[in-house]
């Protein structure tokens, strides 16, 4: 089983769409959690981290669930320019400074 | 604020060339340092990480290493290049109990 895993997608929405994302990691020590956004040919960027309670960035809302240990990330709304690969991120195990990336979901808004 | 630079952009070596990628962070002192390459339509994969000077964690054997000479530079290096170290090379710098922030990236073709 891979440390983390995501759907790749595509998933292809129409703007103001809500979509939400998935991703499953295997350790159940990790204790850090983070979703970036990459877009074509660029770096990843840091979307947002993900707390215990679940937290929201405007349109963007994340949540942990320890007992089935994923994460997700829900976006409402959709715009055009939501149009990136997403990847989840987790710390391999508590208090070490490596950290493993899904290897994304590709999200197409099409108007 | 802290800022990272990697150098070069894009590069294009023969097989069997040497290879020096530089990045540098400021704004930080003491930073987590990290090598990361992805390859076309592929997650990223974890190549070295750094905790302090001198000091540098392998993650996969291969062509390449990493040398991390003073608190705020890391470089990736190889003796001889081989057409698989052909991808997007991307560093990263984290601070205490913060997430990773990625340079622009050096997209490297091997010929």
């Known amino acids: 089983r891979k440390e983390v895993e995501q759907d790749p997608g595509p998933f292809n929405v129409p703007e103001g769409a809500t979509v939400a994302f998935n991703c499953t990691y295997s350790n159940s020590a990790s204790q850090s959690f983070f979703w970036y956004r990459q877009d074509c040919r660029k770096e990843p960027k840091l979307l947002m981290s993900v707390y215990s309670s679940g937290n929201e960035d405007g349109r963007f809302t994340a949540q942990l669930n320890r007992a089935s240990q994923y994460i997700s990330l829900l976006i409402r709304d959709s715009k055009l320019s939501d149009s990136a690969t997403y990847l989840c991120v987790v710390n391999s195990a508590s208090g070490t400074y490596k950290y493993i990336f899904g290897t994304g979901t590709r999200l197409k808004v099409l108007a | 604020s802290q800022t990272i630079h990697q150098w070069p952009a894009t590069l294009v070596q023969p097989v069997g060339s040497p290879l020096s990628l530089e990045c540098t962070v400021e704004g930080t002192s003491n930073p987590n340092l990290y090598w990361y390459r992805q390859a076309a339509g592929r997650g990223l994969q974890l190549l070295f990480y750094s905790v302090g000077i001198g000091q540098i964690s392998s993650e996969v054997p291969q062509n390449l290493s990493a040398s991390r000479p003073q608190d705020r530079q890391f470089i990736l290096s190889s003796k001889k290049l081989l057409l698989s170290d052909s991808g997007f090379y991307l560093c990263?710098?984290?601070?205490?109990?913060?997430?990773?922030?990625f340079g622009d990236g050096t997209r490297l073709s091997i010929l």
């Open positions: 990263a710098w984290r601070g205490s109990n913060q997430p990773q922030h």
